[in-house]
């Protein structure tokens, strides 16, 4: 009897991360591979909180956890702390881990760990264990793109060896792929030296473990971004995965999804409600928050809006006075959405997002129109892609106070909603994405050979 190949799934702390990387497990799992996921156990704790009992029960895939160390410093659960935790207590635990599956499964132990690049010392412990390893990135090839290029940006005097840009000019790595502002590399939103240096010791390490990985598994398509993908070696795009096989599992979220959001969407007349949503860790000031709420309200749209409960900075927002009662006829807000469902549903028209890539993503497989707000790391490089390269979406634009003004967002959606070049070309977008995905397409026959290389 053929044994089944097992494969350890190993995701970085973060939800942006663990969302893909589920996805992706699913996929295998569906395939006939028999994959085990390991979260840190305190993501485990929020994953494990809000599962429902029908989701457990149909989960394809065992849910394992070891520890971060970090136990006695949580204050160090984010930013450098993190990081440098991570690597310092994870790859032993790691290391633990695996035998112990190995020791209790011996029957069909681990062949083969696949891990996000961010966490890229976990290929180094699979190298080390003689196990098989692939590499995943969870953010837009281009962004990967942009790491790899370091040394040659700093060799032709483009960046410093800190990542700061030398001249103020349009920064290309490719002649087909939108060029970036200094402001908008990856690593120079923090604010400050220490932050940049985070991110670009972030940057550095992706890069060196990007280029020890002989397979880099991907969530887009060449079908939409064949020059970005021409730029990396070994990607394997196997993306759009929302979309493929039609999987959607709702484990791996670290808040409760509130479904009420579906059955008002129903009530709502066909391609009338804006969906604004800014993914797990975006922040604003109180003040920005009130221009967004009465940019909404001054657009006379429909909305349906996400408000997390820390996303004024990081504790509950307080809406502007009476903002509640005078929208409570047209705007839904909801903690956390089913949002791959809620861009699925015919009465959402358009998509107000941060551009976190797995955002994009899903938004281009359902065709909607972006009005792009992004706040960090690669959401400026998405931007690019979603307003110059593809054509899908329109960006805000801050004023001389830093805002962006509630007239810019009612501006803006007026102009998006009646543009109908952006609508066609995202669904123009989304048919090539999903021809991809669908038999015979490139993302399509990448995962089978993904497959056969995990089966050989
Ligand atoms: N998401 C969700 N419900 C929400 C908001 C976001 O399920 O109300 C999911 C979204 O579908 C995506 C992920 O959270 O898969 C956010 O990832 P992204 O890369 O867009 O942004 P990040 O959170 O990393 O900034």
Known sequence: MELQQHVLVVPCPAQGHVTPLIKLAYNLAYHGIKVTFANSEYIEAKVLAVISDVDREQCPITLVAYSDGLDSHPEQRYGQGLMDGLKKYMPANLEKLIKQINHSDNKEPLTCVIADLTVGWSLEVARKMGLKQVAVWPAGPGCLALALRIPKLIKEGVIDEYGSAIQDELICISEEIPGLKSSELTWNRSGDSAGQKFLFDIALATKQAAESASIILCNTCDEIDSSSCALVPNILPIGPLPAMKNLNPSIGTFSSQDSSCLSWLDKQPSNSVIYIAFGSTALFSQKQFDE?????????????????????????????????????????????????????????????????????????????????????????????????????????????????????????????????????????????????????????????????????
Request: contains cysteine.
């Open 292 to 456: 967004i709420a009465l940019g909404l309200e001054l657009s006379g749209q429909l909305f349906l809006w996400v408000v997390r409960s820390n996303i004024v900075n990081r504790s509950s927002a307080e809406f502007p006075d009476g903002f509640l009662e005078r929208t409570s006829s047209r705007g839904k807000i909801v903690e956390w959405a089913p949002q791959e469902k809620v861009l699925a549903h015919t009465s959402v028209s358009c998509f107000v997002s941060h551009c976190g890539w797995n955002s994009t993503m899903e938004g281009v497989s359902h065709g909607q129109p972006f009005l792009c707000w992004p706040y960090f790391w690669d959401q400026f490089q998405n931007k690019s892609y979603i307003c110059d390269a593809w054509k899908v979406g329109l960006e805000l634009k801050y004023d001389e106070d830093g805002i962006i003004s509630r007239h810019e967002i009612k501006t803006k959606i007026d102009q998006l909603l009646t543009d109908d070049g952006i609508k066609a070309n995202a669904l123009k977008l989304m048919g090539d994405a999903r021809k991809s995905v669908n038999e015979g397409g490139s993302s399509y026959q990448n995962f089978e050979s993904l497959i056969k290389y995990l089966k050989a």
